[in-house]
C-alpha cells in the first residue's frame, strides 16, 4: 500500500517510490524557482531491499507515492538455507522471508528468537532482533 504526497514534503531519512521500488532518501536538493519554471527537487535514494541507488527530479508540488510501512513483531520458526520462516505474533500466521544483508544480523538469528519485521509493499525485510 502506498498514498500520494508532494515531492516538496519529503525529508532525507523518508521513504519513496521509484520504480515500484520502496526507497529511503539519502539527499534532497532544492531549487530556486526561476523566471518561467517552478521549484525543482533532486532526490536521491537507495532501495530498502536490493540497495541500489535511484534519483529523480520533479517540480516541488508533483505528486510522489510514499510506502506504508507495517512494523511488526515474529518469531523465527526455522532457518532454511535461502530465506527464514517466521510466525507472526499477533495473527501467528507463519511466512518466509529472505535473510537480512547485514552479517551481524544474520549471525544473531536462531530458532526462537523474535524479530523486528517490515512489510513492504508485499515484500517482507527483517530489521533488528529484539532482545
Known amino acids: 500500500m502506498s498514498k500520494p504526497a508532494d515531492v516538496g514534503t519529503l525529508r532525507v ?14 539527499s534532497l536538493t532544492k531549487s530556486k ?3 518561467h519554471g517552478a521549484a525543482k527537487a533532486r532526490v ?19 505528486q510522489i507515492e510514499v510506502p506504508m510501512i507495517e512494523k511488526k513483531t515474529g518469531q523465527v520458526l526455522a532457518l532454511m538455507p535461502s530465506t527464514v520462516q517466521i510466525m507472526d505474533l499477533e ?8 535473510y537480512p544483508e547485514e552479517e ?28
Open 44 to 62: 536521491v535514494a537507495i532501495g530498502v531491499f536490493d540497495g541500489t541507488k535511484r534519483t529523480f527530479v520533479r517540480p516541488v508540488d508533483a
Open 91 to 98: 495473527n501467528y500466521e507463519v511466512f518466509e522471508a529472505t
Open 33 to 35: 524557482p526561476g523566471k
Open 104 to 131: 551481524t544480523l544474520k549471525q544473531k538469528l536462531s530458532t526462537g528468537i523474535e524479530v523486528e519485521y517490515w512489510k513492504i509493499l508485499e515484500k517482507t525485510k527483517i530489521m533488528r532482533v529484539k532482545s
Open 13 to 26: 531519512g523518508g521513504y519513496v517510490i521509484i520504480d515500484n521500488e520502496p526507497c529511503r532518501v539519502a
